[in-house]
């Protein structure tokens, strides 16, 4: 296809998807529709990525930008007479259209009839995204909570008793000192372990000094 032909093609594809978001804006001000909805917005997203081409940017930002795609605007005044904010949710709409489809495909046929705005879309579909991130961030229940420290204490205890399998006991009570006997048990277990550890120590310890105290 040489470059002319290809230009043609596009221009005529251009001006069939302005003809059918032409069309559909005339309905849309009689009955909302989403299919509507969608021709203009993609209509739209041709008119911003020639507006982009024109500003030389890969982004729809910037002064150039904002000035080339208001001068293509300025040629349709039926998309004009959309209110902004309406006319970048109808683009957001046709940049999502899939995510969009399967959202709606989960709506029940009343609810899905009443969403065919596209600021009401872009807002469903940020919601379903909350409730989705909220539900996977929902805390562990109590019985989860116990279960995953029950696994923890097991994996511990079988680390260690294939370590002392392995290598022998992982230290001399009798010989070996104190801090070396510390630093060896710091080095297995975790620190929930560790601090627990700590505490059976500490009561045994209590318990023995009771037991060696004598009667008064």
Same mark, same amino acid.
């Given at each position: ?13 251009? @001006? ?5 978001? *032409? ?32 500003? &030389?940017?890969?982004?729809p930002i910037g002064a150039r930008y ?9 040629? !349709? ?7 902004? *904010? ?7 709409? *046709?940049?999502?259209?899939?995510? %969009? !489809?399967? @959202? ?19 807002? /469903? ?24 420290e029950l696994e923890a204490v097991t ?5 260690? /008793?294939?370590?002392?399998? !392995? ?5 001399? %009570? /009798?010989?070996?000192?104190?801090? @070396? ?13 560790? &601090?627990?550890?700590? /505490?059976?120590?500490? *009561? ?13």
């Amino acid at each position: 296809m040489t470059d002319a032909t290809q230009e043609t093609f596009e221009s005529e594809y251009e @001006l069939a998807r302005e003809r059918e978001a *032409a069309e559909a804006a005339k309905r849309i001000k009689e009955s909302q529709s989403w299919d509507d909805w969608l021709a203009i917005g993609a209509f739209m997203v041709i008119g911003r990525n020639r507006a982009m081409l024109r500003a &030389g940017t890969n982004e729809p930002i910037g002064a150039r930008y904002n000035k080339a795609f208001g001068e293509w605007l300025d040629l !349709r005044q039926w998309l004009r007479d959309i209110d902004k *904010a309406t006319r970048s949710h109808a683009m957001w709409c *046709a940049d999502h259209v899939e995510e %969009l !489809r399967r @959202l709606r495909e989960n709506m029940g046929q009343t609810l899905r009839d009443r969403s065919n705005h596209p600021t009401v879309m872009r807002r /469903k579909w940020e919601a379903s995204q909350k409730g989705e991130k909220a539900a996977s961030e929902k805390k562990e229940t109590k019985a989860q909570k116990v279960e995953r420290e029950l696994e923890a204490v097991t994996a511990e205890r079988d680390k260690w /008793k294939r370590e002392a399998e !392995r290598d022998g006991s992982l230290f001399d %009570l /009798k010989n070996d000192a104190a801090p @070396l006997i510390a630093k060896v048990i710091v080095s297995h277990v975790s620190p929930y372990k560790l &601090g627990e550890i700590v /505490k059976a120590l500490t *009561a045994e310890r209590e318990r023995m000094k009771a037991v060696k105290k004598p009667a008064g």
